[in-house]
């Protein structure tokens, strides 16, 4: 089975959309965002999916798309931030592609998702405060994941050339000219 698919995790504002939409014109992939489709399918914004039918219930949509996701070849997938928290979403994401992990520092996300209000998790209270806190949480699945692309300091092409580089050498192929 070829492991074709880049899948990039990582906190919400770590850019993951925007590198890799990057990522999948420049090696011409298809593109999927898991959170555009789940709205999509659903009709509905993830903020109403969260308000009407709870997490449980959105974090089941997103475990089944990922076994959707994973039929496919020669993708590049933005996964919600929360994959990370059901170990078999990882194992899924391995088998058919390269996991790869986007991070930045709390004030860099901040700074990213402060004027946006499309995120559930953090619109109760204090936005920095609650960063912290699911930072915090998720620190060691996050962690876990062996390939890492720190994007404090990068726009989302510098990303992009990261991400690809390490997908090369996941896979050892050389797809960049
Ligand atoms: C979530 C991240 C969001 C979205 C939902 C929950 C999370 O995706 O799936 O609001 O648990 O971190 P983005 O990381 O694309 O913002």
């Known amino acids: 089975m070829t492991r074709s698919n880049i899948i990039l995790v990582g906190f919400m504002g770590t850019g993951k959309s925007a590198t890799g939409k990057i990522v ?102 204090d936005k920095a405060k609650r960063i912290l806190e699911l930072l915090e949480s998720r620190k060691a699945l996050y962690d876990a994941i062996p390939y890492r692309v720190d994007t404090t300091y990068l726009s989302p092409e510098g990303a992009a050339d990261k991400v690809i580089e390490l997908y090369e050498e996941a896979t050892g192929t050389i797809l960049s000219a």
């Open 24 to 125: 999948a014109r420049r090696l011409e992939y298809k593109f999927l965002d898991m959170d555009s489709m789940i709205e999509e399918r659903q009709g509905r914004t993830i903020s109403s999916i969260f308000a009407t039918d709870g997490e449980p219930a959105f974090r089941a949509m997103e475990c089944d798309l990922i076994k959707e996701l994973c039929e496919l070849r020669n993708l590049v997938v933005a996964a919600g931030g929360g994959v990370v928290i059901n170990p078999e979403n990882i194992e899924d994401f391995n088998r058919t592609g390269v996991v790869i992990c986007l991070h930045a520092s709390p004030s860099t996300i901040l700074a990213r998702v402060k004027v946006e209000s499309h995120r559930p998790l953090l619109e109760d209270g």
